[in-house]
């Protein structure tokens, strides 16, 4: 398994870079891994992020896309816009969630 | 990691909801992963993006081996009907949209959608037939410029 250091931590990641074990993420680490894809987080991006963990804890996998334009408060086209490297992938990883496992 | 897909531009060949949704899902999973997408309907698939259809799209039920039934009984009213509800609900819990929302939802991921030039001509369509999510009506040609540098799938 590998690790990257975040402020001085060495923390697990998976092949995608995303965290191992989520009890490593908090809101510093975030802005480290956003800042590591070129994304500087702003209310917006948070917002993307606060929901994405909500449902990860209801329902133990980060929402589609759809469902995070429908309930999040932030359309399709934003959220391209906040995470631009495609949403799935980068908003899961800052959220320090693994990748959405659904399809749409 | 070995090379990574950048681009891919899908083709939509065909009217049926099996035949239209692969290539949608193909391209909405391209963009959520950071993969630039076109889509491409030609012949039956621009069903697909026509106002007056696209909300119509139904399931085939004859001639469709996988629907596991004999194409007799495939041919009752109300069968193709009946078998595009249980689908679509099927599809809802997993959280795929209906054609037209689809559509839009992927418009706006970025995704460029373009209608056949020859399919418009051959079947007397007009711009305004199609919902405004399509781009524009382009030659093959076109497409395979457009296309360049990534990969063709076609459905």
Request: charged fraction near 25%.
């Amino acid at each position: 398994m590998a690790t990257v250091e975040i402020l001085g931590k060495q923390i697990e990641v998976d092949s995608d870079g995303c965290l191992v074990n989520l009890s490593d993420w908090n809101k510093e680490v975030a802005v480290e891994i956003a800042k590591s894809e070129g994304i500087e987080l702003t209310e917006k991006h948070w917002q993307v992020i606060e929901f994405m963990r909500k449902v990860y804890e209801e329902t133990g996998d980060a929402p589609s896309i759809r469902k995070l334009t429908k309930q999040s408060g932030v359309d399709t086209k934003e959220l391209y816009s906040l995470f631009p490297g495609g949403p799935a992938k980068k908003a899961a990883k800052i959220a320090g969630l693994s990748k959405p496992k659904s399809c749409v | 990691m070995s090379e990574e897909l950048k681009k891919v531009s899908i083709v939509i060949s065909k009217g049926s909801l099996e035949g239209i949704y692969p290539g949608l899902i193909m391209a909405n999973g391209a963009r959520m992963e950071g993969i630039e997408a076109n889509l491409f309907f030609t012949f039956f698939g621009l069903d697909a993006v026509i106002n007056k259809r696209m909300d119509k799209i139904k399931v085939a039920t004859v001639g469709n081996p996988g629907m596991h039934m004999p194409t007799l009984l495939g041919i009752l009213p109300g069968m193709s009907a009946m078998a595009t509800k249980m689908m679509q609900k099927e599809m809802d819990k997993l959280d795929i949209p209906p054609v037209r929302e689809f559509i839009e939802m992927i418009h706006d991921t970025g995704c460029e959608i373009y209608g056949c030039k020859a399919t418009v001509e051959m079947f007397h369509l007009k711009k305004e037939d199609f919902c405004e999510q399509v781009d524009d009506i382009i030659t093959v040609g076109q497409f395979y410029e457009m296309s360049a540098g990534g990969e063709i799938i076609f459905t």
